[in-house]
């Protein structure tokens, strides 16, 4: 017997369904009834029962690309802050090899990396590596944080939500599993993805989000070519504007 | 704990400013939403809390009789605290207040004093022995910058906010009479307009990016005839006088914008 549908909203305590199913991701079982532990939204297949919470925290697992940004350096490492409550670190050997060099010099304080993590040990220590396509330090471009799991939401089935916004803005967009996402291309468009994925990240819970996000991509994309053109004609007002600020 | 602000993200804000962009559209000299309510707490005679974007804080006004100071003793007295919950932000920690918290706390008492928000001399009951006390706690809920701003227009709102009673002298002893409630001694609305140099520019109300990587910053504490009654200027980099007088100018109207989410 199941008492919810597909894609419900619950809350800690709500009864999900009986024993006929198994418990997935964010339910206990109590005596012969499976219940929800987060507040989130349903997720059935098969006889498995989930929820997944509509907010959390990144945990590190082996494998995930992410993007921290470096808060230390030690004498033989780098400390980074992957937007977690645990705290990653990248060994100086993972980057130099065998040689001996200044570490500052490579990656400093402030410097944002894409990285893999190796290993997470038993006390949640999060080995980092830079070993693979792709991965290595960020040049240019923005920010924007998002809840780590809405992250399968902003990529989309095979990828097609992220590959929307990076064909309609021209920007290059990379995604870390805790939710992070750094965006590159001309500064305005770099300001519209922003805005569209804070709008995926809001709505994620909805369906027909990918329709939604094409439409608003468009809006606006259409409304900086009318005012780009605007602009041709209105000199004029620049220049007031600039007399004002003065 | 001290946060790091990304290296992009510092170059990606800079140049936009650069632009004469910021990274959430606004102007330069243009209010992020700001909405008000008062009487959130029942608890407290008075109570404001304040939205300005993200930035979310409390204020709660505390009332009680007691002696004054002996260099004051005609006048009522004003505390002001203020407190950086640590689930405001990441790199807010509990224990005792930090500097941030500390001048937060200070600038926000120095516009309302120096404002003459509240006529303190007519808050004495009998003179050198009984005066009205008022404490005022700022309570920060959620940081996404510009606190002072904020702190401001919540302290004044929740001093509007705040009824006592009316107390009355018989034979040195004070009567209260809380049928007859009756609100403080107001007689200004002082508020404060806080401005972030970043590059060349001033710009208003910053957000929490955009004050992680400033050069300075001036917070403007205006009274209603445009007079200054507080000042403060934090950063690492120096401010020009041009820049002031500017910032002043601008405080002018802004002060006047934020003073009808008074009314």
């Known amino acids: 017997m199941i008492f919810v549908k597909d894609k419900e909203i619950v809350v800690p305590g709500d009864v999900l369904a009986d024993e006929e199913y198994h418990t997935g991701r964010g339910t206990f079982r109590e005596k012969n009834n499976i219940l929800s532990s987060l507040v989130g939204l349903v997720a059935i297949r098969d006889k498995k029962i989930s929820v997944i919470p509509l907010q959390s925290k990144y945990i590190p697992k082996r494998g995930d690309v992410v993007i921290g940004k470096i808060t230390d350096i030690r004498f033989s490492m780098w400390n ?20 001996k060099r ?38 240019g471009g923005i920010l924007i944080n998002i809840t780590p799991t809405k992250v399968p939401r902003l990529i989309g089935k095979k990828g097609s939500m992220i590959n929307m916004i990076k064909d309609e803005t021209h920007c290059d967009v990379v995604v870390g599993q805790n939710g992070v996402v750094w965006v590159k291309g001309e500064p305005e468009m770099e300001r519209v993805a922003e805005k569209v994925i804070k709008m995926i990240e809001e709505q994620s819970h909805t369906s027909g989000l990918t329709d939604r996000v094409r439409n608003m991509l468009l809006e606006i994309l259409g409304e900086i070519q009318e005012e780009s053109e605007d602009l041709e004609g209105s000199e004029e007002e620049e220049e007031n504007r600039e007399e004002f600020i003065q | 704990m001290v946060s790091i602000i990304p290296e992009i993200t510092r170059e990606s804000v800079v140049y936009l400013i650069k632009e004469g962009k910021r990274a959430d559209g606004r102007a330069f000299d243009e209010y992020r939403e700001v909405s008000l309510e008062t009487g959130v707490i029942n608890k407290a005679e008075g109570s404001a809390k304040v939205k300005l974007g993200n930035t979310q804080l409390v204020v709660g006004a505390k009332t009680q009789i007691a002696e004054p100071f002996s260099d004051t003793p005609k006048m009522g007295v004003l505390m002001t605290n203020s407190e950086l919950l640590p689930m405001a932000a990441p790199n807010f920690e509990p224990g005792p207040p930090d500097e941030n918290s500390v001048e937060l706390s200070r600038v926000t008492d120095r516009c309302i004093r120096e404002g003459k ?33 904020a702190a401001v227009l919540g302290a004044v709102a929740a001093l509007m906010n705040t009824k006592v009673p009316t107390a009355t002298v018989e034979n040195d002893e004070v009567i209260l009479d809380h049928e007859k409630m009756i609100p403080l001694p107001f007689n200004e609305k002082a508020l404060m307009c806080t401005f972030a140099k970043i590059g060349d520019e001033l710009v208003l109300d910053p957000s929490l990016e955009e004050e992680e990587i400033m050069d300075a910053r001036i917070s ?7 007079s200054i009654c507080a000042m403060q200027k934090g950063g690492k980099k120096p401010i020009t006088r041009d820049e002031i007088l500017k910032a002043v100018n601008i405080a002018k109207n802004k002060t006047e914008e934020l003073r009808k989410y008074l009314e």
């Not at chain 1, 980074?80 to 090899?97: E, H, K, Q, R, T």
């Not at chain 1, 990656?107 to 944002?112: E, H, N």
């Not at chain 1, 999060?126 to 330090?137: A, E, Q, S």
């Not at chain 2, 403007?220 to 445009?226: F, K, L, P, Q, S």
Request: aromatic share 10%.
């Open chain 2, 117 to 149: 928000v509240v006529d303190l001399e007519k808050l004495c009951i009998i003179e050198g022995k009984k005066v009205w006390m008022i404490f005022l706690d700022i309570h920060v809920l959620d940081y996404d910058g510009n606190l002072q701003d």
């Open chain 1, 80 to 99: 980074l802050d992957i937007n977690s409550p645990y705290s990653g670190f990248l060994p100086a050997s993972d980057v130099f090899g065998k040689e």
């Open chain 2, 220 to 226: 403007i504490g205006m009274r209603a005839d445009g």
């Open chain 1, 102 to 139: 200044e570490l500052s010099r490579t990656f400093d304080v402030g410097d944002v990396l894409f990285l893999r993590v190796v290993d997470v040990d038993e006390v949640k220590k999060v080995k980092l590596g830079l070993k693979g396509r792709g991965l290595g330090k960020f040049r």
